[in-house]
Each structure stands twice: as C-alpha cells, then as structure tokens.
T-cell receptor, first 110, second 116 residues
Framework: AQSVTQPDIHITVSEGASLELRCNYS??????LFWYVQSPGQGLQLLLK??????LVQGIKGFEAEFKRSQSSFNLRKPSVHWSDAAEYFC????????FGAGTRLTVKP | NAGVTQTPKFQVLKTGQSMTLQCAQD?????MSWYRQDPGMGLRLIHY???????DQGEVPNGYNVSRSTTEDFPLRLLSAAPSQTSVYFC???????????????FGPGTRLLVL
C-alpha cells in the first residue's frame, strides 16, 4: 500500500541550530515529492518539490531537501533555523493522487 | 488571480444536517481535491477529480459526495453530518498531470467545520 511516514511528531531546536526533518515513502514507482509548511491557522505553503533530475533541491526560506532513491527518503534540511520557522511541516508524495504524512511540528527555542 | 477559494470559512452543524462546502479555482487546473485535517493525522484525501465530469475516491470518502460539472468548481457535500466529520477541510488544485502524476497543489484557506 502507498504510504508516507514522518517519524518525528515533534522536534525542538534552538534558534541558529541546524534542522533535519525526515520523510520516507512506500510507492511502487518513484513519485513526485513535496514539502509543505503550515503556520497556525493557515493553509499549506509549498516549500520545495522534486520531480526528476538533481536529487538535491532548493526551496524557499533557505530550505533544501535530498531525494535518496535507495532509502525511499526525502528529508528536509535547513542549516540555521530562525524563530519564524516554527510551524508544522508536511511531506507529500504524488502519483495518481497526493498523499501526506502526519506532519512534524517544529518548535524553535530562543 | 484569486487562486483557490473556499466558502464558508467556518460552519457549525447539528448531527444529521446536510451542507455543501464550496471550492473554486481560477487557474484552469484540471486536478482538484478535498482533504480533511485532523490533529496528529495530517491531511487525508477525501475525493479528487482529474477533470470535469470525472471524480474518484481517496482515503476517507465515506460520508462525502463530490461532483465536477465545471473545471472551476469542486463542491464537497455532507449528506448527513456526524460529529466524526468535525475537522478542517482543505480544497486544492493542480495543473495538468504529467505521466499520470499529480503536480504541485495549491491550497485554499480551509473551512473549519464543527458538528454538534
């Protein structure tokens, strides 16, 4: 069955520290891969996406993600977190339709 | 462009009542979808449509109906609301599908539904 897993429900990092959010998927073929961010009470905003080509993709707000086919992973990274990055982050995979992971809530400590 | 719009923003229903959540997009997107978001469960796909006149079920379709008579509109109907349908509902759309895959989705602002 198709699935998307975000193993970390909640992560806390200090402002200025690096961040990595994990995402694994289970699909028969390589799907399109996305990361979205949701601030409290808001809709979802696309951070970045991978369709094909270079496996390291750059997104908005200084985020990047790396697609690793052998690990069926698409982890999101940021070298230095800002307080405004506190939000919920969703990994999504798309083939005939789009499915989301359960989300990782990021808290940023001052 | 207004993008993806949803109405109403907030709705309270009594158990057994029916209602329609409206969704419209002005980007001429073929693909449209409805999700519900519940704490700890992320977004779950209810129904989707790959074009006018074509709809299909997602992960959690029970209790919901959809239709797609035009490219622009994709309403979601709750025929007999239940407390388990209390949730935040998001509509989304995306451009033409490539190789059978759904492209980047653009989300509406959401509708908060409370069923008493």
């Amino acid at each position: 069955a198709q699935s998307v897993t975000q193993p970390d429900i909640h992560i806390t990092v200090s402002e200025g520290a690096s961040l990595e959010l994990r995402c694994n998927y289970s699909y028969g073929a390589t799907p399109y891969l996305f990361w979205y961010v949701q601030s409290p009470g808001q809709g979802l905003q696309l951070l970045l996406k991978y369709f094909s080509g270079d496996t390291l993709v750059q997104g908005i707000k200084g985020f990047e993600a790396e697609f690793k086919r052998s690990q069926s992973s698409f982890n999101l990274r940021k070298p230095s977190v800002h307080w405004s990055d506190a939000a919920e982050y969703f990994c999504a995979v798309a083939y005939n339709d789009m499915r989301f992971g359960a989300g990782t809530r990021l808290t940023v400590k001052p | 462009n207004a993008g993806v719009t949803q109405t109403p923003k907030f709705q309270v229903l009594k158990t057994g009542q029916s209602m329609t959540l409206q969704c419209a997009q002005d980007m001429n997107h073929e693909y449209m979808s409805w999700y519900r978001q519940d704490p700890g469960m992320g977004l779950r796909l209810i129904h989707y449509s790959v074009g006018a006149g074509i709809t299909d079920q997602g992960e959690v379709p029970n209790g919901y109906n959809v239709s797609r008579s035009t490219t622009e509109d994709f309403p979601l109907r709750l025929l007999s609301a239940a407390p388990s349908q209390t949730s935040v509902y998001f509509c989304a759309s995306s451009q033409n599908r490539d190789r059978g895959q759904t492209g980047t989705q653009y989300f509406g602002p959401g509708t908060r539904l409370l069923v008493l």
